[in-house]
């Protein structure tokens, strides 16, 4: 079975930075798709930041709202994905999780990942 565990959130003021961790066990970091999505109360879940890796594929890609703010990286010796998000807007105040794929996924699909975590609160307030 695939396990994610999100860590890391916190609460912040605007313009301040997180990192968040998603752990991964029982699949290889260089041999899928996880994708970074929150849920803020009474909104849809929505994709934030992909990574998808195989021998044919290496790829990174963000939703529009925080392209130049937030990054998404691995680290294979670890079995960890990131989430560094800088200049924080209350926005993006949610919940976020980390979720896991095939790695030839369309990864802007929420529909093609299967394992997710329990997610972590980030709040960003004045």
């Known amino acids: 079975q695939v396990q994610l565990v999100e860590s890391g959130g916190g609460t912040v003021q605007p313009g301040d930075s997180l990192r968040l961790s998603c752990s991964v066990s029982?699949?290889?970091?260089?041999?899928?798709?996880v994708g970074w999505f929150r849920q803020a109360p009474g909104k849809d879940r929505e994709g934030v930041a992909f990574?998808?890796?195989?021998?044919?594929?290496?790829?990174?890609d963000y939703a529009d709202s925080v392209k130049g703010r937030f990054t998404i990286s691995k680290d294979i010796g670890e079995n960890t994905v990131h989430l560094q998000m800088n200049s924080l807007k209350p926005e993006d105040t949610a919940v976020y999780y980390c979720a896991e794929g095939w790695p030839g996924i369309n990864v802007r699909d929420i529909s093609h990942y299967d394992y997710w975590g329990q997610g972590t609160q980030v709040t960003v307030s004045s």
């Open positions: 029982g699949v290889r970091l260089d041999y899928a798709a």
């Open positions: 990574t998808a890796t195989s021998s044919s594929r290496n790829i990174t």
